[in-house]
């Protein structure tokens, strides 16, 4: 658990993080979205202590970030950064194998857990453990850095706009496999971003700032329903609001009964997906297949039904 309790940090007469107070759960994803400037990115730093707050405290299970040597409590912080922030002459293993060296591993144990990782993000040992950064895409460089960010086994993983650098379709594999590893290691993520998108989906909670301050601290489907403040409905986008709700839940959880024609969709999708389909095919309904069987429908009423924001 980290608790956040008053944090400010000003420079000069700058204040760039006003007074935030938040708590974040273990074993969770949460978001900290907003503007260039809004301080989303000071914010995160202050957690590893790469920057030192003006005021407040941050307790990291309990105990204050303080009482622990900026370097022991970074040695026990994952951070992956925009540009993977690879060593360029170093190998993928050799880069994954960073903190585990400098905390002292025996070589067997650092060597099985490179091995592990790289599995785990679908990099071939073999194949990929020799090669050097500028031999790789961009997707599998970012894999890289969130593998090496992972290696030494965290609690905790700091994100500073991790995708930002990659195009579309890569991004939304990158995001996948960070949600895949999140569950798979149960690692406390603190992501950064200014793409709503990125942070509704990512995101078990959304901490929306602006000029330094914490507008709104809650789940996507609140967030979008309820926006606290003009600002946090403008970065939802009023017209965008629906399709943002429709993102949050899948086709599996809203099957109802019935037998109707059509390519069948897969339950797994959202319901985003899922709509987008049914106005492409000019359906009413189209039936759902989960396993291989088909074991329902889904149906346009009910999309438009969810995609209401609650009063």
Request: charged letters at 25%; hydrophobic letters at 40%.
């Amino acid at each position: 658990m980290i608790e956040i309790d008053g944090i400010t940090k000003t420079y000069d007469q700058t204040t760039v993080v006003d007074n935030v107070t938040m708590t974040i759960e273990p074993r969770s994803v949460c978001v900290i979205v907003g503007t260039s400037g809004s301080g989303k990115t000071t914010l995160m730093r202050m957690i590893n202590r790469l920057v030192e707050p003006t005021s407040g405290s941050i307790r990291i299970d309990g105990e204050d970030t303080r009482n622990t040597p900026a370097y022991e409590l970074r040695r026990k912080i994952g951070y992956a950064i925009q540009g993977h922030g690879l060593f360029p002459h170093r190998s993928v293993g050799q880069n994954i194998a960073t903190v585990p060296k400098l905390l002292g591993w025996e070589k067997r144990k650092i060597a099985d857990r490179v091995d592990e990782l790289m599995h785990m993000f679908q990099l071939d040992p073999a194949q990929f453990r020799d090669r050097l950064p500028n031999e790789l895409s961009g997707g599998q460089q970012q894999r890289v850095g969130v593998a090496r960010a992972l290696a030494a086994k965290p609690n905790i993983l700091l994100m500073d706009e991790p995708f930002g650098a990659l195009d579309p379709v890569i991004r939304a594999k990158a995001q996948e496999d960070l949600l895949a590893v999140q569950r798979q290691s149960e690692t406390t993520i603190v992501l950064v971003t200014h793409d709503m998108e990125e942070a509704i989906h990512l995101g078990n909670k959304i901490a929306v700032m602006d000029k330094g301050k914490l507008l709104q601290f809650d789940t996507p489907a609140q967030i979008i329903a309820h926006p606290a403040t003009d600002f946090v409905a403008e970065l939802i986008g009023t017209g965008e609001r629906p399709f943002r709700l429709l993102s949050l839940g899948k086709v599996a959880d809203f099957v109802e009964p019935g037998d109707v024609g059509g390519e069948p969709i897969e339950a797994g999708m959202t319901l985003r997906d899922a709509y987008a389909e049914l106005l492409w095919s000019g359906r009413d309904a189209l039936p759902v297949r989960k396993n291989g069987a088909i074991v329902g429908k889904i149906t346009l009423a009910e999309l438009a039904r969810h995609a209401r924001p609650s009063q």
